[in-house]
């Protein structure tokens, strides 16, 4: 028996107390379900932003700028005509109900908006005050209604299709404002804390309103799902008069919660269903079958009642550390199960606590050391920026541990106290399929070498095509409401994912552009002023003909441009201004990527349509100065910031395009508009959830696939440390990098994107390829000085080792193939890519490892056995 101080003290006050032990891992697992309840997940857009993003302090503050509100969107697809009394009729009265709804702001459908062309109104009757018509107004002719929905810079494909058989019910929701001002607050106090400028009394304020700021958005997120429920009820009330998907950020949001909340039960309660099955299968004795699901659903519960106490939620990606948690819990458990039953088959006289403090000691080393090594490599996620990813590689972190602990108390301490059955019969004459990897070990090795080889080629291909890219509408199958309702949004309706782009004036302290020749003394025109003269003249054009400076225009003009009102048209009001507009909206349009544009060019397009010929400065300083404040809400203030001289280019980009490809579209895109427009780089700028989330993808590159040379190199070197030989290590090393290649490559084969949930496949192949290869490599070493004969040594060790591993490889594919049913997508690769994972490692380990050991002899040269033989 080996005797170490350590394994004594362990003895003394663990596995000689069996009954104290489990005693107090019952206490924890009391307490820690205790707290389940408060476990919370959380998929706010927020939550998956990169911290520190310069990008993201700008999209805040242009969002505060412009007072951009969540929305729902609703799309109403009637059978009836649709604007017949069958298809309006029910959608008023489904709107109605929809504005009783709590957080709900307003509801915008064809019924509100104003008519301009149904029949065409003039400037004049704009810039009136009067009321505007409407379809709510008796008379309206419907079908120039229809016409102008359809066709309307403003309307068509943001309020109806251009086919004019869909519309869309847009629900505006209240700014949270409570939401902001912690937000801002928190920020604010982060900042002083980054610079190590924060007193003691700013520290206590900022854990203050940090958790003040957690509680609120729980609260939001649990409002927002009941208000998304809402919605869906009273649509399901309409959906016999017309088809209706609900859209929008708050229901993805929400239905990505319940996803994740329905993969986290169901999957994981069908993962541990699966592990019961195989494991009775592989053991056939009910001990072996408990102790190892016991191991696994207590290593969960800890830890998921540990977070629930921290308030540390999980979100869309750190929910799958449930799942990497059971197979690192179940290996540990089954290699103590198997080396158990060895020493059992070995050893039938010992009593159950000799075998069991003999396991101990002979699985320590190896148990550690892949628990290090796997928590190096889920540490490279902590790097990333993302807040979700960080929490996944510290929630790994952390459950390694607690899995290594329980583990170790548990396993043995039950095996100590398990009530004896019948007599224990090692079956040897059943030999495990690890048997006959050995034989293809010694057999076929040249062409396992080989066909290493052309693998390493395919998977050098396979990452040379792998993207940084993602359509988000991948996250989703096609049955499900979201693909569809972004599907027909994208196809009919102009568009999903908002891009934002701001033009700032080019020098605000510049003259405007036909308004300089304006005599401040006079506050009249010049006698040379443009208006006057050329194709611009305030008397060329046809709606202002017969008209002179003491109509209403005339009248408008003079008050904002006496000293009493000191008005100042802004540059984007200006004829430069529009023309500068004009081409950056037409050339964004043109984008095969983009679907509906709105800008001021659009209200400019209008107000041409209604002049019925070009505009000059009088009529665009009008439009600025004199709209009333119900169709400015809708043609200017969405696109225009007067305090900082800014315009707004709205843009959706089209979502379903096979040919979006986010970064090079942004590089692209904003070279040409400063070429088109002539501005300076500085003064186009690019904001909105498309920007955001790019730069979440760029990062991630940088940040995890460069990372994993870093990791290799600590492995290497924790290799060295435990293995004492250089070769060994590279010998070890080799399989994790073949494994992690191939399933990177077959990724980049396969077309399967890097993003931010597949970015962490790379990590977990990591994690689960080295503990395979120590594992081996450490059984190899102990096994090999009894005969000094590698080849020997290799199939003793695959008889050995090479079960538990085939055993641990079995159980968590079966498990983990129920992934493939989630309606949740990145669930669905979860899975398939962890299998392959799983089965990449092991194979690696039972066929490449054992052939480099065999041909590089890394353990020096065969000969006689030690004296002492094993120790």
Not at 35 to 41: A, P, R, S, T, V
Not at 517 to 534: M, R, V
Request: hydrophobic share 50%; with cysteine; proline share 5%.
């Amino acid at each position: 028996m080996v005797a170490h101080p350590l394994l004594n003290t362990y003895d003394a006050l663990v596995l000689r107390r069996p009954w104290i032990s489990l005693a107090l891992v019952a206490l924890l697992l009391i307490a820690s379900a205790s707290q389940l309840g408060k476990l919370k997940l959380d998929a706010s857009a927020d939550s998956l932003m990169l911290q520190g993003d310069p990008s993201l302090d700008f999209f805040r503050e242009i969002s505060e700028e412009y007072s951009a509100e969540d929305f729902l969107l609703l799309t109403w697809q009637p059978e009836a005509p649709l604007l017949s009394d069958e298809s309006l009729l029910p959608l008023r009265r489904m709107a109605d109900e929809l504005r009783e709804l709590p957080r709900v702001s307003s509801v915008v459908t064809v019924w509100d908006v104003p008519l301009l062309e149904s029949p065409p109104v003039s400037l004049s009757d704009i810039t009136s005050g009067d009321p505007l018509p409407n379809l709510n107004d008796p008379g309206i002719d419907r079908g120039l209604a229809l016409q102008e929905f359809t066709s309307s810079p403003i309307y068509a494909e943001l309020l109806a299709s251009r086919d004019g058989e869909l519309t869309a019910v847009q629900v505006n929701l209240r700014r949270d404002e409570r939401y902001f001002e912690l937000l801002q607050e928190r920020d604010r106090l982060r900042a002083k804390d980054a610079e190590g400028t924060l007193s003691s009394a700013e520290a206590q304020a900022l854990e203050d309103v940090t958790v003040a700021f957690k509680a609120h958005t729980a609260q939001a997120l649990e409002a927002q799902s009941a208000l998304v429920q809402s919605v869906r009820d009273i649509a399901d009330d309409y959906r016999s008069h017309a088809h209706i998907f609900v859209g929008g950020v708050p229901m993805i949001t929400a239905d990505m919660v319940s996803f994740v909340r329905s993969d986290l039960v169901l999957f994981g309660s069908a993962i541990l269903g699966v592990m019961l099955v195989v494991l009775v299968v592989i053991f056939r004795r009910v001990r072996w079958t408990v102790i190892p699901l016991l191991t696994c659903v207590s290593t969960s519960t800890v830890m998921l009642g540990l977070l629930a106490f921290l308030d540390w939620r999980m979100t869309v990606i750190s929910s799958n550390f449930v799942a990497v948690l059971l197979i690192i819990s179940l290996a540990i458990a089954i290699h103590l199960v198997v080396r158990y039953r060895e020493l059992h088959a070995q050893h039938p006289d010992w009593s159950e606590h000799e075998r069991a403090l003999q396991t101990v000691a002979l699985m320590a080393v190896p148990c550690i050391y892949t628990g290090i090594t796997t928590i190096v490599a889920f540490m490279s996620l902590v790097v990333s920026g993302i807040q979700p990813v960080i929490d996944f590689g510290w929630m790994m972190t952390v459950g390694i541990v607690v899995a290594m602990v329980l583990a170790f108390v548990l396993v043995p301490c039950l095996t100590v106290v398990w009530p004896r059955g019948r007599p224990f019969v090692y079956k040897q004459e059943k030999q495990p399929l690890t048997v006959y990897f050995g034989r293809a070990t010694e057999h076929y090795g040249g062409t396992i070498l080989v066909v290493t080889g052309i693998i390493v080629g395919l998977t050098a291909l396979g990452i040379s095509r792998l993207q940084v890219e993602n359509r988000f509408i991948d996250y989703f199958k096609e049955s499900t409401e979201i693909y569809q309702g972004m599907e027909l949004l994208d196809s009919r309706l102009g568009g999903t994912i908002p891009l934002d782009i701001i033009l700032s004036a080019p020098d605000a302290d510049a003259p405007l552009p036909g308004l300089e020749n304006l005599d401040p003394a006079s506050q009249a025109p010049a006698d040379d002023d443009e208006f006057l003269a050329g194709d611009d003249s305030f008397g060329a054009g046809d709606s202002l003909a017969g008209n002179d400076w003491d109509d209403e225009f005339g009248a408008d003009f003079d008050n904002f441009s006496t000293g009493e009102d000191s008005f100042t048209p802004s540059y984007w009001f200006s004829l430069e201004g529009m023309r500068t507009l004009d081409s950056a909206h037409r050339h964004v349009d043109q984008q095969e990527e983009t679907g509906k544009v709105l800008s001021l060019s659009t209200t400019f397009a209008v107000v041409k349509d209604l002049l019925g010929d070009d505009i000059g400065s009088v009529e665009l300083a009008l439009v600025q100065k004199s709209l009333p404040q119900d169709v400015a809400k809708l043609m200017v203030e969405p696109y225009f910031s007067e305090a900082k001289e800014q315009a707004r280019i709205s843009v959706r980009v089209m979502e379903t395009s096979e040919q979006l490809r986010r970064d090079a579209f942004l590089d692209r895109l904003h070279d040409e508009l400063v070429e088109v427009t002539g501005l300076e780089p500085g003064q186009v700028q690019f904001t909105g959830m498309l920007v955001l989330y790019n730069n979440v993808l760029q990062s991630l590159f940088k940040s995890q696939i460069l990372t994993l040379g870093v990791v290799f190199a600590a492995i290497l070197a924790m290799f060295l440390l435990l293995f004492r030989s250089l070769s060994l290590a590279f010998i070890a090393l080799a399989p994790n990098i073949v494994a992690a290649g191939l399933v990177l490559g077959v990724m980049g084969l396969a077309g399967i994107p890097l993003d931010i949930m597949t970015i962490t496949i790379a990590a977990i192949v990591v994690g689960i390829g080295v503990d395979d290869c120590i594992h081996y490599v450490h059984r190899f070493m102990h096994e090999f000085p009894e005969d000094r004969n590698y080849l020997a040594t290799m199939h003793r060790c695959h008889y050995s080792i090479g079960r538990a591993m085939y055993y641990t490889t079995v159980t968590v594919v079966i498990g983990f193939s129920t992934l493939t049913v989630s309606n949740f997508n990145p669930s669905l690769y979860f899975g398939l890519l962890t299998v392959l994972a799983m089965v990449a490692a092991v194979i690696g380990a039972l066929l490449l490892l054992p052939k480099l050991i065999l041909v590089l002899r890394p353990l020096g040269p065969e000969g006689e056995p030690a004296a002492e033989g094993r120790s």
